[in-house]
């Protein structure tokens, strides 16, 4: 690129890192890909601005965010279903006869790759006008090799065309597939012999994950795919006790899962197999708002044991038809008490571990320069409006994308 060595120069800017605001404005360099320079604005000396692109003062700095669990590659809608939720019909309800994740499941395997890839980029957009620069993309609409395959190579496709990254994840143990009713056994079968080792060898998945509820796998059939996954080198990570405690959590950890995700109903067990494994509590408020769910995850109790928590939108078309990552850290905060800088952190620092990313989504000298600056005065505006447009800056890849 032609301007990979170019130097961006910010003054007098409030920085959240990753983890923490800094106690002091900052002055920001960055050159090419990486942030160069990050210092106390009164220990700035103005030669250190020789040969930088002035961009500007004051406001917020971030890392990039990073929205750390989507499913935005999907056929069709669900606002039937959001309608007889109103009603009075359950999402489990629904899924029993044969629509939630099902309905979508025939809408998906109708549309070619190109209508997947028409009808998710502006999903995407919505994302990185809003901030993202780094995004986890799953499958589980395909519930057929051929068809999981597809989704993921559209996720890898979104990544080539639009400035963020993109991980992908084989979500095979989403639903029991239509062709499989009766014999879930068989179709875990499929996952673990054909669908992994297809998308191992095509390159196509950064990691497997799991629905383990009892409307979709069971416990011992997470533990087959995971054993599958990690034979073929695939990180994993889990969609539990989202609806129940079936201890999926507790096992997934035990098999050293990046994240446990949903986890509304999980337990101090649970919460210790998650410290002792390092694994990252993933919350998702969008779809505890959506399904108007009243089981709180065990926020105070992962913060005791000081298990990292990452904040994502779920951006589904059933349980969190939501596309705007910070409406994310305000409904982390009001719904469950989280800190702004917590959410904050969830959404940057912590989103990347759940991607195995460890050390991103962070601000420091030697920092890869994904970053955003918002017009606000402190982090904690972030989270506390819910307003669109206050994205002043984006840089991804050292590269400016928005501004
Ligand atoms: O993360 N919990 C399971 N899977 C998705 C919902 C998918 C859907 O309803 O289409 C979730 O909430
Ligand atoms: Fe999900």
Redesign the pocket.
């Known amino acids: 690129m032609a301007n990979n060595k170019r130097r961006y120069l910010w003054r007098d800017i409030s920085v959240f890192d990753g983890l923490k605001t800094l106690p002091e404005p900052m002055a920001v360099i960055t050159q090419g890909e990486r942030v160069i320079t990050m210092t106390p604005m009164n220990g700035f000396e103005e030669s250190q601005a020789d040969g930088c692109h002035d961009m500007g003062r004051g406001g917020v700095m971030t890392p990039g965010l990073v929205d750390c669990h989507t499913?935005l590659v999907f056929g069709g809608a669900r606002a039937d279903e959001f309608e007889a939720r109103l009603e009075g019909a359950s999402y489990e309800e629904i899924a029993r006869r044969g629509g939630?994740?099902l309905s979508?499941v025939y809408a998906t395997r109708e549309a070619s790759e190109q209508t997947l890839f028409n009808a998710a980029l502006p999903r995407l957009k919505a994302l990185v006008e809003e901030g993202v620069t780094t995004v986890e993309i799953k499958s589980g609409y395909g519930l057929d090799v051929a068809n999981e395959l597809k989704m993921l190579r559209v996720a890898r496709r979104l990544g080539e065309e639009m400035p963020v990254r993109v991980l992908t994840t084989l979500l095979g143990a989403?639903a029991l597939p239509p062709e499989y009713e009766n014999d879930s056994d068989g179709y875990i079968d499929l996952v673990c012999n054909e669908m992994i080792p297809a998308a191992a060898a095509e390159g196509l998945a950064d990691a497997v994950d799991v629905?383990c509820e009892k409307i979709a796998f069971s416990v011992a059939q997470c533990e087959r795919v995971f054993k599958a996954a990690q034979a073929h080198g695939l990180p994993i990570k889990a969609?539990a006790e989202?609806l129940s405690n079936l201890g999926g959590t507790a096992m997934a950890a035990r098999h050293g899962a990046l994240s446990a995700d949903?986890i509304e109903y999980l337990d101090d067990v649970g919460i210790a197999a998650m410290r002792e494994a390092g694994s990252v509590a993933v919350i998702?408020p969008g779809?505890f708002h959506t399904l108007r769910e009243t089981q709180q995850p065990p926020i105070a109790g992962l913060r005791e044991a000081a298990v990292p928590m990452a904040v994502a939108t779920?951006a589904?078309?059933?349980?969190?038809p939501i596309f705007m990552p910070t409406l994310m850290l305000n409904l982390a905060c009001t719904l469950f008490r989280m800190t702004p800088q917590e959410a904050l952190a969830g959404m940057t620092a912590n989103g990347a571990a759940a991607l195995g990313l460890k050390g991103q989504g962070q601000l420091h000298e030697g920092a890869v320069a994904d970053l955003c600056v918002w017009d606000i005065e402190t982090p904690a505006e972030l989270a506390y409006a819910v307003q669109p447009g206050r994205l002043r800056q984006r840089i991804y890849q050292g590269e400016l994308t928005h501004g």
């Open positions: 499913h939630g994740i979508t989403h629905f969609h989202q949903h998702l779809a779920d589904n078309p059933g349980s969190s």
